[in-house]
T-cell receptor, first 115, second 113 residues
């Protein structure tokens, strides 16, 4: 079974600083990888996804992530943090079992942006 | 194009009661999955429905059951509610059972007192 590990349950950055949220996965086959953001009392919003092709993926709100197969990583970055980026971020892998897919999520990283 | 919709938005129940949550998939989608997100945790897969049958199930007890209707909408039923069932319940739909990408609804917040 596949798994997802998010290092750091809480990350704090200053406004304007680099955001780096870490995600490692385990998979025996090429993975489909996703990053979601969740604001308080809301559902999941897709930030970006990796399926095939270019390993550097650009998403919404200035976020991007790089798929590194050799490191089994899919870290999320943003060059300059904004106060509105404060939220919970989830990394997920889409796992295929018996012909159907389900998502395996990490435990999440709460991003705090300091003024 | 309507996305995934869920009802109700919020729900408060008492221990031992039963609850039904509803989900309408994104237009054109025929597969529905349900996830439970407890406070401070990532979503956990409950089960998936396709062609009105349960196709895959996560590690949840039989108190959790579901149904899919001919129009692809789905229900999640939880019997004998426990305090630990308090969570955000997310519904996700996909284009087909064999498609890797799912689209999530806004969720139903269930509080068990």
């Amino acid at each position: 079974a596949q798994s997802v590990t998010q290092l750091g349950s809480h990350v704090s950055v200053s406004e304007g600083a680099l955001v780096l949220l870490r995600c490692n996965y385990s998979s025996s086959v090429p993975p489909y990888l996703f990053w979601y953001v969740q604001y308080p009392n809301q559902g999941l919003q897709l930030l970006l996804k990796y399926t095939t092709g270019a390993t550097l993926v650009k998403g919404i709100n200035g976020f991007e992530a790089e798929f590194k197969k050799s490191e089994t990583s899919f870290h999320l970055t943003k060059p300059s943090a904004h106060m509105s980026d404060a939220a919970e971020y989830f990394c997920a892998v889409s796992e295929k079992t018996s012909g159907t897919y389900k998502y395996i999520f990490g435990t999440g990283t709460r991003l705090k942006v300091l003024a | 194009d309507a996305g995934v919709t869920q009802s109700p938005t919020h729900l408060i129940k008492t221990r031992g009661q039963q609850v039904t949550l509803r989900c309408s998939p994104k237009s054109g989608h025929d597969t529905v999955s349900w996830y439970q997100q407890a406070l401070g945790q990532g979503p956990q897969f409950i089960f998936q429905y396709y062609e009105e049958e349960e196709r895959q199930r996560g590690n949840f007890p039989d108190r959790f059951s579901g149904h899919q209707f001919p129009n692809y909408s789905s229900e999640l039923n939880v019997n004998a509610l426990l305090l630990g069932d308090s969570a955000l319940y997310l519904c996700a739909s996909s284009l087909a059972m064999g498609h890797y990408e799912q689209y999530f609804g806004p969720g139903t917040r269930l509080t068990v007192t």
